[in-house]
């Protein structure tokens, strides 16, 4: 089994990030949340609120937005287009996604590009309220939730906070822009 984030990796960009603006160009209600979103940002950036409440915050403009099922297939039709080819060249059937993104976002996203296995942040789009943030050790710990005796051949990130999957892995890649750099070298 191949393991890959997904943000930043397997997809170019930040998914979460894109869907906000998206949101705010094509569901104008949803920037009610906006002023309240930018400041605990700023305090979030200044280390004075914790990231999830940030995260929390800025979830909450999805109820603002309608039916968000319909709006997320609309958003993947027009951001397939961000899937990395590299991806594509060596996908495997029993492929799995570990994200920080809401998994709201990431199963349909997943399941649209022929991945059938996804676990990621668990965000009630209606009310903003979520489990813990699928990051750093939460990944593991969630993967070994799923597959108790499960192997990552080769596990693929953009970032070092996955380090604790990487470990885990035959084989850990950093993923820089298109390029596959082994583990630590890419320091």
């Known amino acids: 089994m191949n ?11 930040d998914s979460t990030a894109d869907l906000v603006k998206y949101l705010w160009t094509h569901y104008p209600a949803t920037l009610r949340n906006l002023p309240r979103t930018a400041v605990l940002g700023l305090l979030y950036g200044l280390h004075i609120v914790p990231k999830m409440t940030f995260k929390r915050n800025m979830y909450r403009m999805f109820s603002y937005a309608g039916d968000m099922d319909r709006i997320v297939a609309e958003f ?32 349909p996203f997943c399941e649209a590009i022929g ?3 996804a676990m990621a942040s ?3 789009w ?7 943030n699928c990051h750093g050790k939460e990944k593991v710990r969630r993967f070994y939730e799923m ?12 970032s070092y906070s996955d380090s604790p999957l990487a470990e885990i892995a035959e084989k ?15 320091r």
């Open 3 to 13: 393991v890959y984030d997904f943000d930043n990796t397997i997809y170019r960009g």
């Open 76 to 107: 993947i039709q027009s951001h397939k287009k961000n899937i990395k080819s590299w991806y594509y060249e060596q996908q495997r059937p029993d492929d799995l996604v570990i994200s920080a993104s809401p998994e709201f976002v990431i199963r």
């Open 115 to 117: 991945i059938r296995y």
């Open 122 to 124: 668990e965000v009630n």
């Open 126 to 132: 209606q009310t903003g309220s979520c489990g813990p």
């Open 147 to 158: 597959y108790p005796d499960g192997k990552i051949e080769q596990f693929y990130s953009d």
């Open 172 to 186: 850990a890649y950093l993923v820089k822009g298109d390029q596959r750099i082994p583990w630590g070298d890419g």
